[in-house]
């Protein structure tokens, strides 16, 4: 198996250090020293720490299991509860105290760095027409009325997660996730 470049080390401590301790309360010599690699190194990969949290939010999309919300081999509604329950899954795995990538960085850098707001915009976009692709076809199906209008409501859904993510890391408990679940699925979505 071969080894991971400097590049590779760099994007996975940062992707780590950045998930768990944020942007603030990451420095450059912290994701270093988690990668194993001499401080100096970071530069030759990254112009900035800014650099290195696009890739830290592309690898975050890319584990999302955004895959599910498109297994046609199930009905469109169970496909976008599990991929929920996935989320919620891996919230839950991390004792509830790191949140959502998205979520973190936009209240942390939204303001400040543009690049950043726009690729957090960007992810945000993917998610909600994935959810909304998977309502038009639960609508198709007969599973949800047809008259909702799919984009609104997955921009309700996404914005809803999102509120209940925050919450949870307050509480430190899966209530808003279970309640996410139970208004979306148990009453919004029948």
Request: net charge negative.
């Amino acid at each position: 198996m071969p080894r991971p470049s400097v590049r590779g080390k760099l994007v996975d401590a940062g992707y780590e250090t950045l998930f768990s301790q944020g942007f603030q309360g990451s420095s450059i010599q912290d994701i270093t020293e988690a990668a194993g690699v001499p401080k100096g190194s970071f530069f030759n990969h990254f112009k900035t720490k800014e650099a290195l949290v696009l890739e830290a939010l592309a690898r975050y999309e890319e584990v999302g299991r955004g895959d599910l919300l498109f297994d046609e081999t199930k009905p469109p509604l169970q496909r976008l509860r599990q991929h929920f329950e996935f989320l919620a899954d891996r919230l839950e795995g991390w004792d509830f105290n790191r949140g959502c990538m998205i979520g973190n960085f936009a209240t942390e850098m939204a303001d400040a760095y543009p690049v950043v707001r726009e690729a957090l915009l960007g992810a945000l976009t993917r998610w909600t027409d994935a959810v909304a692709s998977v309502l038009r076809s639960a609508q198709t199906a007969g599973e949800i009325d047809p008259r909702h209008d799919a984009d609104l409501l997955a921009r309700f859904l996404v914005n809803g997660w999102e509120g209940a993510v925050i919450r949870l890391r307050i509480v430190r408990n899966r209530q808003p996730l279970d309640e996410f679940f139970a208004i979306c699925f148990g009453m919004l979505l029948k």
